[in-house]
Nanobody, 112 residues
Framework: QVQLVESGGGLVQPGGSLRLACAAS??????MGWYRQTPGKERESVAS??????TNYADSVKGRFTISRSNAKLVYLQMNSLKPEDTAVYYC?????????WGKGTLVTVSS
């Protein structure tokens, strides 16, 4: 069983920045990513990064968000130029041996 714990969420003004972090309880030798969800909507993929460092982004965040991994247990999401529509609960995700794990989420609110 792998536990994922997100941190770094909070309230930020439009145009501001936040950095989310996700710490895993074990080395993740697979893809890690970030998803987000707002009430009444399905959870959507924001960004992902493979163990070799290949990245993928949703069109809505390209050029503003950057996903990175510092080691096999830590993944980050740098979010710049935040917009009100980025407001959501952000979840960390990891795929290990065909199993999918989720964190409990961290709330990001973009508002003036």
């Amino acid at each position: 069983q792998v536990q994922l714990v997100e941190s770094g969420g909070g309230l930020v003004q439009p145009g501001g920045s936040l950095r989310l972090a996700c710490a895993a309880s074990a080395n993740i030798l697979g893809t890690m990513g970030w998803y987000r969800q707002t009430p009444g909507k399905e959870r959507e993929s924001v960004a992902s990064i493979t163990v070799t460092g290949s990245t993928n982004y949703a069109d809505s965040v390209k050029g503003r968000f950057t996903i990175s991994r510092s080691n096999a247990k830590l993944v980050y999401l740098q979010m710049n130029s935040l917009k009100p529509e980025d407001t959501a609960v952000y979840y960390c995700n990891a795929i290990v041996s065909l199993m999918t794990y989720w964190g409990k989420g961290t709330l990001v609110t973009v508002s003036s």
